[in-house]
């Protein structure tokens, strides 16, 4: 697009920059992320403004920039940079009608399911799913903006701290389908309960048209009770007998990789995931679900499912050291329930072997912090490893308190760095390690390492 179409899209005016000069590159707020052809979003945050990265990204490739004031270099300016942020998706999404979108929410589980749903629908034409989790009002916009001009689908997760947050999200890309996954603690301390985070995941459903599909947890009742918000068709997904794609048969392999006979009103189909842990056959049943809103061919469905791999990083990555340590990357974020689950693959891909849990503190969850820690705590001591490492705050030290009166060794850092040199001190080859935190405690680059057989 030339900056003169943009400028149109955005009601913004064009200084010191040519009309005809073509944005082919991402459109990003993050002048990391700049790159040839670039158009840069100077937004002004509370901590930084991007209005003086404006030179750093001219300098790393960017063509122009969307700004609130003439700043010296080829700038598109506007009254409001976010919302022009906003309009420029929109417009971006506008020039593809035949576009099929779909949004992803939920407390846990989105960008695994969102990384499922881009591989699924890649088989059925070209498809934009980026990795990562980039599915707020200032993400979105940069992922939209890796739109293809021959992309047939795009597939987004969308995320939520305040009520109204996923109204606007779908505002900007107007969603065929939409998947919510749970209701959950995640952000419970924004939200104050699991009612307004309900309210506000359920904010994706109502704005589906009629000839949308909305796509509902059978097995979360808050999620299966959002049929009533949407005027689209209701598919239901879970291990409940009454959900409309459904598990049967479900098992798992010594690796933790589930595999199950997926039901549909297609047929059946079975589906054995290259992914580790019981419960992304959840997500899988979700992504199902999603595509054949767009397609009737449940055996590609189910074999664009068997062949998917992890993408996003920190999503239950498992691999072998080489010194024969095995590590289980699940460090990008953490809840009670994500937690539990990944103790469950723990135990399974462990199979006997000596197990060591590093668990950072779990963010956000508002007055049940506390208890919740100890919860988990409890359930680390119920699967009794040899080591608990754990990572943080006060939060993080309650619930090793809680697995040392299972009589497990418990261990504590204050942050990553000394995470990283518990870790190098105590784990031995053979052990399998999981990692686990909610992403501000940082222990995903301290699993890269163990991974690589990098010492610190």
């Not at 750093?56 to 700038?75: D, F």
């Not at 995320?159 to 947050?165: C, E, I, N, P, S």
Request: net charge negative.
């Amino acid at each position: 697009m030339t900056l003169a179409e943009l400028a149109a899209d955005v009601s913004g005016t064009l200084h010191d920059g040519s009309s005809d000069t073509l944005v082919t590159g991402l459109v990003t707020f993050d002048s990391r992320h700049v790159e040839l052809g670039s158009l840069f979003v100077a937004l002004a945050g509370a901590r930084v403004d991007g209005h003086d990265f404006a030179d750093q990204a001219i300098e790393a490739g960017a063509v122009a920039v969307l700004a609130a004031r003439p700043l010296g270099v080829p700038a598109i300016v506007v009254s409001d940079v976010q919302a022009a942020y906003g309009r420029l998706a929109k417009a971006l999404v506008r020039r593809l009608p035949g576009l099929g979108v779909v949004g992803i929410t939920g407390s846990v589980g989105k960008t695994t399911t969102k990384d499922l749903v881009g591989q699924v629908l890649s088989q059925f034409g070209p498809t934009t799913a980026p990795p990562g989790n980039r599915n707020s009002e200032v993400g979105m916009p940069e992922n939209v903006s890796r739109l293809t001009p021959d992309a047939r689908f795009l597939v987004l997760e969308m995320g939520a701290r305040h009520v109204g947050d996923i109204a606007y999200l779908t505002s900007v890309v107007r969603p065929q389908v939409g998947v919510v996954l749970s209701v959950g603690t995640a952000h419970l301390g924004e939200f104050g309960s699991r009612e307004a985070i309900a309210q506000a995941k359920g904010e994706l459903v109502e704005s589906l048209p009629a000839d949308g599909t909305a796509v509902l947890n059978a097995d979360d009742p808050m999620v299966a009770a959002m049929a009533a918000r949407t005027v689209a068709r209701v598919v239901t997904f879970g291990r409940s007998p009454q959900a409309t794609v459904r598990a049967e048969d479900v098992s798992v392999d010594a690796a933790g990789r589930p595999a199950f006979t997926l039901v549909t009103p297609h047929g059946t189909a079975r589906v054995s995931l290259r992914l580790h842990g019981e419960h992304l056959v959840s997500n899988a049943l979700a992504t199902a679900a999603a595509a054949l809103h767009f397609t009737d061919d449940l055996p590609l469905v189910a074999q664009a499912l068997n062949d998917a791999e992890p993408v996003s990083q920190g999503r239950m990555q498992v691999s072998e050291n080489p010194a024969g340590v095995t590590v289980i990357n699940d460090a990008y974020n953490a809840s009670p329930v994500s937690v539990i689950a990944a103790l469950k693959s723990l135990q399974t891909i462990a199979a006997g072997r000596r197990m060591v849990v590093v668990l950072g503190q779990m963010n956000e969850l508002g007055d049940t912090s506390a208890d919740d820690h100890i919860e988990v705590g409890r359930a680390v001591g119920k699967l009794r490893p040899a080591l608990l490492i754990t990572v943080g705050n006060e939060d993080a030290v309650r619930l090793g308190a809680a697995t040392a009166e299972a009589g497990v060794a418990v261990v504590h850092a204050a942050d990553k760095d000394a995470a990283a040199e518990l870790v190098a001190q105590h784990v031995r080859p053979g052990e399998v390690v999981l990692f686990k935190a909610s992403n501000a405690v940082g222990l995903m680059p301290v699993a890269d390492d163990l991974a690589a057989g990098v010492s610190r």
